[in-house]
């Protein structure tokens, strides 16, 4: 009995010593040392041993079970270890390498001239406020002394949805609503999308306004102008020419047109001005008292003025673009350049 348990010792260890991977170590460890291993089945044989025997034997299979024991668990660690390793090696990041570059966007051109724009009457005390696109034909034209027979009122330049019912030709509705709403003083921007029938190199049927006005007790045309002035040195140069022209808007009296000198050629005259010297940049006027009866207020108490300029225009002579269709083709190439 004692020779074959030394022999199975013998047999395990130097099986033990070629052992090539963690598989084979699990394996040899429930053959020697499993429930129905060798070891086991030597232990039952305990039985047929004399009294004086039996302890001795019991010690030397427990000291060869450990013996196997601590042999098999350290092949374990070290192949555990190996594993490790192996798999830092292949999973190693170079942290010293660059980052990927996301690509940056940017704010299509209109949205930024649209900002700009903003940012300069915010900076003059004005808040935004905003209206529906969709319109009535109350707010967009009747409301604004727009009479039934007006031309822009025709179906060539309005899309109707129903008889009453029709996209915003313009900014200027939102007046009506703020008035409708609030008291003097008013200091007011709008920006928005407003559509008309119409479409070629210089329109689209949607582009964007902004509509501006200033509503309080004494406010003159001496306001308007030096707002405007203000407002237009700022977007373009300090230094640029500006001239007020006489005009005609049913939603003011007196109405102008304002123009600046030519960005393209400084008002020596040339294809973008053609030939004049100079740009109609905004409309303005102050607001008609027909206006003010529209929303209740008193125009013999209550002055003021407002003006409307278009997003796209502005943006293409800043930048000097003379098709506005390419402001909505979205290539990116032309995107990028902003
Ligand atoms: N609503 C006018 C337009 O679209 C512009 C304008 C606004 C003129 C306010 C005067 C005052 O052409």
Redesign the pocket.
């Known amino acids: 009995m004692r020779d074959r348990l030394l022999q199975l010792e013998k047999a395990a260890l130097s099986e033990i010593s070629s052992i090539k991977n963690k598989e084979a170590v699990i394996e040899l460890k429930n053959r020697y040392l499993g429930r129905k291993g060798e070891l086991a089945s030597l232990t039952k044989e305990l039985g047929k041993l004399s009294h004086e025997e039996r302890p001795v034997v019991g010690d030397l299979i427990n000291s060869i079970r450990g013996r196997i024991e601590e042999r098999v668990n350290s092949l374990l660690t070290a192949f555990a270890q190996d594993e490790r390793e192996q798999r830092l090696k292949a999973e190693r990041v170079d942290v010293t390498l660059p980052g990927r570059y996301l690509p940056l966007g940017n704010s299509h051109p209109i949205t930024q001239i649209m900002d700009e724009v903003v940012s300069i009457f915010l900076g003059m005390g004005f808040k935004v406020a905003e209206g529906p696109e969709v319109e009535t034909d109350y707010y967009n034209f009747e409301a604004l002394n727009i009479p039934k027979d007006h031309p822009a009122r025709d179906m060539q330049d309005t899309f109707y949805i129903s008889d009453d019912v029709l996209l915003r030709t ?3 509705p939102v007046q009506i609503r703020v008035m409708q709403g609030k008291k003097p003083p008013l200091r007011v921007i709008a920006p928005g999308k407003v559509y008309r029938r119409d479409s070629d190199i210089t329109h689209t049927p949607m582009f964007h ?1 902004v ?1 501006g006005f200033m509503v309080d007790e004494s406010i003159t045309f001496g306001d308007l102008k030096g707002v405007l002035t203000a407002f237009l040195h700022s977007l373009f140069r300090e230094d640029i020419a500006i001239r007020f022209r006489p005009s005609f ?1 049913p ?2 009296e007196p ?1 102008v047109e304002v123009d600046i000198q030519c960005v393209m050629c400084n008002g020596k005259g040339c294809r973008v001005c053609k030939g004049s010297g100079w740009l109609e940049i905004l ?3 102050m607001i008609h008292p027909m206006v003010f009866k529209a929303v209740d207020y008193d125009s013999e108490r209550y002055t003021g003025f ?3 300029l278009g997003i796209e225009r502005i943006a293409m002579l800043k930048y000097g673009i003379d098709d506005i269709r390419m402001f909505f083709e979205n290539d990116v190439r032309f995107l990028r350049q902003f």
Do not use: K, N
Request: net charge negative.
């Open positions: 313009h900014t200027s306004q509509e808007f939603f003011t109405s409309g303005a006027g407002a003006f409307g």
